[in-house]
């Protein structure tokens, strides 16, 4: 598989460049406890991570994919969720291996990048400060950033009119179904990584442009 050289790179965040699930499984864990709820472990908060996190919150009352939780009741676990999560974020997660090398290639051959993430702002800077990648990155789009997230195209083509990019001459990078729909519905190319959080489904299925193990590697794409 191979990729057109491109003039503007996004990334995704969680499951991509960090792996942020021990973070969110203490903060749910901790949000069920307080509520007298079974805890649900690491393990299945891994499966539904990605949505955001009022769904992880919904999926975590209800112990499954598809939930409907009553609105009192998820308003109530978000706030105690968001405190915990606040407490800790950045504290058990952990970059990925390769990803500071792919982004310092990035860099090398002065192409334009921007993180694209569905976290909320509140969140995502100071994790990618944590985690000593926020200087790779000029240009930070969070979840609430924006009237609509990915799956929606709209941070993605946002993104490329602040570079001046044409999206046929941009990438996406990502873990999941919701960047591959994101970068589709936006004219942008799609590269995925093996790892990271797709609801327990592999990523090939999607059909992406290119698939990496580590981002390390990513510049034999071109």
Same mark, same amino acid.
């Given at each position: 598989?191979?990729?057109?050289?491109?003039?503007?790179?996004?990334?995704?965040?969680?499951?991509?460049?960090?792996?942020?699930?021990?973070?969110?499984?203490?903060?749910?864990?901790?949000?069920?406890?307080?509520?007298?709820?079974?805890?649900?472990?690491?393990?299945?908060?891994?499966?539904?991570?990605?949505?955001?996190?009022?769904?992880?919150?919904?999926?975590?009352?209800?112990?499954?994919?598809?939930?409907? @939780?009553? +609105?009192?009741? *998820?308003?109530? $676990?978000?706030?105690? #969720? %968001?405190?915990?999560?606040?407490?800790?974020?950045?504290?058990?997660?952990?970059?990925?291996?390769?990803?500071?090398?792919?982004?310092?290639?990035?860099?090398?051959?002065?192409?334009?990048?921007?993180?694209?993430?569905?976290?909320?702002?509140?969140?995502?800077?100071?994790?990618?400060?944590?985690?000593?990648?926020?200087?790779?990155?000029?240009?930070?789009?969070?979840?609430?950033?924006?009237?609509?997230?990915? @799956?929606? +195209?709209?941070? *993605?083509?946002? $993104?490329?009119?602040? #570079? %001046?990019?044409?999206?046929?001459?941009?990438?996406?990078?990502?873990?999941?179904?919701?960047?591959?729909?994101?970068?589709?519905?936006?004219?942008?190319?799609?590269?995925?990584?093996?790892?990271?959080?797709?609801?327990?489904?592999?990523?090939?299925?999607?059909?992406?442009?290119?698939?990496?193990?580590?981002?390390?590697?990513?510049?034999?794409?071109?």
């Amino acid at each position: 598989m191979s990729l057109n050289r491109p003039e503007l790179i996004l990334v995704d965040l969680d499951g991509t460049m960090v792996d942020t699930a021990a973070d969110l499984a203490y903060a749910t864990d901790g949000m069920l406890s307080k509520l007298n709820l079974p805890q649900q472990g690491e393990i299945k908060v891994r499966t539904w991570v990605g949505n955001g996190v009022k769904t992880l919150v919904a999926r975590a009352l209800e112990g499954r994919m598809n939930p409907n @939780p009553e +609105p009192e009741l *998820l308003e109530q $676990a978000l706030d105690i #969720f %968001n405190i915990l999560y606040a407490s800790v974020n950045g504290q058990y997660s952990q970059a990925y291996a390769g990803v500071t090398e792919g982004l310092d290639w990035v860099k090398s051959q002065n192409i334009n990048l921007a993180c694209i993430t569905n976290k909320a702002e509140e969140f995502t800077l100071p994790l990618l400060k944590a985690k000593g990648l926020e200087d790779y990155f000029s240009f930070v789009i969070s979840g609430d950033s924006l009237p609509k997230k990915k @799956p929606d +195209p709209m941070p *993605l083509l946002h $993104a490329a009119k602040h #570079f %001046n990019v044409d999206p046929k001459n941009s990438l996406m990078i990502g873990d999941s179904t919701n960047d591959v729909k994101a970068a589709r519905a936006a004219g942008f190319q799609i590269l995925c990584v093996t790892y990271g959080y797709n609801h327990g489904q592999d990523i090939r299925l999607t059909n992406p442009d290119a698939i990496v193990d580590s981002l390390e590697y990513m510049s034999d794409l071109f």
